[in-house]
Nanobody, 125 residues
Framework: QVQLVESGGGLVQAGGSLRLSCAASGFTFRSFPMGWFRQAPGKEREFVAALSRNGGNTNYADSVKDRFTISRDNAKNTAYLQMNSLKLEDTAVYYC??????????????????WGQGTQVTVSS
């Protein structure tokens, strides 16, 4: 059974940091590019970041570039999203996902086949 389980969300003040984790099971994690998306209340799900299978290539949304870092540990079947300098507008449910294509780092949610249940990140002033 395929599972992606996010953790690490919570309440943080603006300017603070959080590290999200995404634990994968039920599929060959190291074979799939991974992505993070987020969805704020009343808004569509949006792309945050993506990472190639070996971690050598990344793709970031402009809104998080230079603040967020995506990474993975294939030995632990886990992907991470380090979030620094958090802003109020980063408040959302964050989802990790495994891409359909094994070679690209897509920004569209339809290009991902496995999804986690999400973890809430709330940034306060």
């Amino acid at each position: 059974q395929v599972q992606l389980v996010e953790s690490g969300g919570g309440l943080v003040q603006a300017g603070g940091s959080l590290r999200l984790s995404c634990a994968a099971s039920g599929f060959t994690f190291r074979s799939f590019p991974m992505g993070w998306f987020r969805q704020a209340p009343g808004k569509e799900r949006e792309f945050v970041a993506a990472l190639s299978r070996n971690g050598g290539n990344t793709n970031y949304a402009d809104s998080v570039k230079d603040r967020f870092t995506i990474s993975r540990d294939n030995a632990k079947n886990t992907a991470y999203l380090q979030m620094n300098s958090l802003k109020l507008e980063d408040t959302a449910v964050y989802y990790c996902a495994a891409a359909i294509s094994l070679t690209s780092l897509p920004r569209t949610s339809g290009s991902y086949k496995y999804w986690g249940q999400g973890t809430q990140v709330t940034v306060s002033s």
